[in-house]
């Protein structure tokens, strides 16, 4: 039977009227089901002469990345690689296609025990081919918000943003900007949310042109900025929401003829190594990479074990404060 038309626990799960996990349960021997519901379940496997998706794990998994040439996404790969490492796995590494069906076919195809995305958007409809592969899944930081039966690990977007913008506040200024990301993304909202919800606390009000939203590079970050320092009143600080966006930032000040942080404070979010790097060292909100990887390798071994309930965790953020945030001059 080939795995296009092999009965799955999706559909059996539709017959006996439960959730995918509850089957799961039954086949894996776990307790939790009443008498009555395992009994149906395995009727149901037995008539439809369900056949499970392997024989046995093959101690490989899969990571689905949107891009790979960011800072951010390298320090999890790295991190994902090492949890993976430690954990007596292997993992297979790519870039998803959007707008193709057949790369879930083809995951799906290569026998891996779990596949974790990052930072992609999984469409409903690939999420559910997931299912019916049996496929167990995690994502990190969902760049939508997922349907209730997925598993999730993200990093508190919202505080980060927030302490950083206090940060701001706190060194007495009050033109502040912010370069956000694109404004479909569920952690550029949230980040976005953070920065007002401080402005509004401190009672300070700037121009809504204040707020520029672009993509999360380099490239992207400079221009942006370049525009926002030749606003009257220019913005005496600019939270970036990457700091690949803050090291542009740099850039854009350097090409105005403006220093770092006398003239303009910037304040990044993901504290990569490059932010360290950076002269002045760039104050960023520190997302914990490792610990992300560790836990998203952690919940999809719980889903490939058993099938567990659908949970989504939040791993808190830090404000790192280095030398490109002062008070204002002017």
């Given at each position: 039977m080939s795995i296009a038309d092999r009965t799955t626990i999706a559909e059996i799960a539709k017959l006996a009227g439960v959730s995918v996990p509850t089957v799961s349960k039954v086949i894996n021997g776990k307790p939790g089901v009443s008498n009555a519901k395992r009994l149906t379940i395995t009727q149901l496997l037995h008539e439809h002469e369900y056949e499970p998706r392997r024989s046995a794990p093959?101690?490989?998994?899969?990571v689905v990345f949107g891009e790979l040439s960011s800072p951010w996404s390298l320090a999890l790969v790295s991190a994902l690689e090492r949890v993976a490492f430690d954990?007596?796995?292997?993992?297979?590494?790519?870039?998803?296609?959007?707008?193709?069906?057949?790369?879930?076919?083809?995951?799906?195809?290569?026998?891996?025990?779990?596949?974790?995305?990052?930072?992609?958007?999984?469409?409903?409809?690939?999420?559910?081919?997931?299912?019916q592969l049996e496929l167990p899944t995690v994502l990190v930081d969902p760049r939508t918000l997922p349907d209730s039966g997925t598993v999730t690990v993200g990093v508190t977007h919202w505080r980060g943003a927030r302490a950083a913008t206090d940060?701001?506040?706190?060194?007495?200024?009050?033109?502040?900007?912010?370069?956000?990301?694109?404004?479909?993304?569920?952690?550029?909202?949230?980040?976005?949310?953070?920065?007002?919800?401080?402005?509004?606390?401190?009672?300070?009000?700037?121009?809504?042109?204040?707020?520029?939203?672009?993509?999360?590079?380099?490239?992207?970050?400079?221009?942006?900025?370049?525009?926002?320092?030749?606003?009257?009143?220019?913005?005496?600080?600019?939270?970036?929401?990457?700091?690949?966006?803050?090291?542009?930032?740099?850039?854009?000040?350097?090409?105005?003829?403006?220093?770092?942080?006398?003239?303009?404070?910037?304040?990044?979010?993901?504290?990569?190594?490059?932010?360290?790097?950076?002269?002045?060292?760039?104050?960023?909100?520190?997302?914990?990479?490792?610990?992300?990887?560790?836990?998203?390798?952690?919940?999809?071994?719980?889903?490939m074990a058993e099938a567990g309930e659908a949970v989504a965790v939040e791993l808190v953020t830090d404000l790192i404060i280095r030398e490109s945030t002062a008070a204002p001059t002017l």
């Amino acid at each position: 039977m080939s795995i296009a038309d092999r009965t799955t626990i999706a559909e059996i799960a539709k017959l006996a009227g439960v959730s995918v996990p509850t089957v799961s349960k039954v086949i894996n021997g776990k307790p939790g089901v009443s008498n009555a519901k395992r009994l149906t379940i395995t009727q149901l496997l037995h008539e439809h002469e369900y056949e499970p998706r392997r024989s046995a794990p093959t101690g490989v998994i899969a990571v689905v990345f949107g891009e790979l040439s960011s800072p951010w996404s390298l320090a999890l790969v790295s991190a994902l690689e090492r949890v993976a490492f430690d954990n007596d796995m292997g993992m297979l590494l790519t870039v998803m296609r959007p707008g193709t069906g057949e790369w879930v076919d083809m995951l799906g195809g290569k026998n891996v025990d779990g596949v974790i995305f990052a930072a992609v958007e999984v469409a409903p409809s690939d999420q559910e081919r997931f299912r019916q592969l049996e496929l167990p899944t995690v994502l990190v930081d969902p760049r939508t918000l997922p349907d209730s039966g997925t598993v999730t690990v993200g990093v508190t977007h919202w505080r980060g943003a927030r302490a950083a913008t206090d940060h701001l506040v706190d060194l007495g200024h009050q033109r502040i900007a912010m370069i956000s990301g694109p404004r479909h993304l569920l952690f550029s909202q949230a980040r976005v949310d953070g920065y007002r919800a401080a402005l509004r606390s401190a009672d300070i009000v700037v121009p809504e042109d204040y707020i520029v939203a672009t993509e999360y590079g380099f490239a992207a970050g400079r221009e942006a900025a370049l525009d926002l320092l030749k606003r009257t009143p220019r913005p005496t600080a600019i939270f970036a929401a990457s700091d690949e966006q803050a090291l542009g930032i740099y850039e854009a000040a350097r090409l105005s003829g403006l220093r770092i942080p006398a003239d303009v404070s910037v304040v990044g979010f993901n504290d990569v190594p490059i932010a360290e790097w950076a002269s002045p060292p760039l104050t960023t909100v520190r997302e914990p990479i490792f610990d992300t990887a560790r836990e998203a390798i952690r919940l999809l071994r719980v889903e490939m074990a058993e099938a567990g309930e659908a949970v989504a965790v939040e791993l808190v953020t830090d404000l790192i404060i280095r030398e490109s945030t002062a008070a204002p001059t002017l």
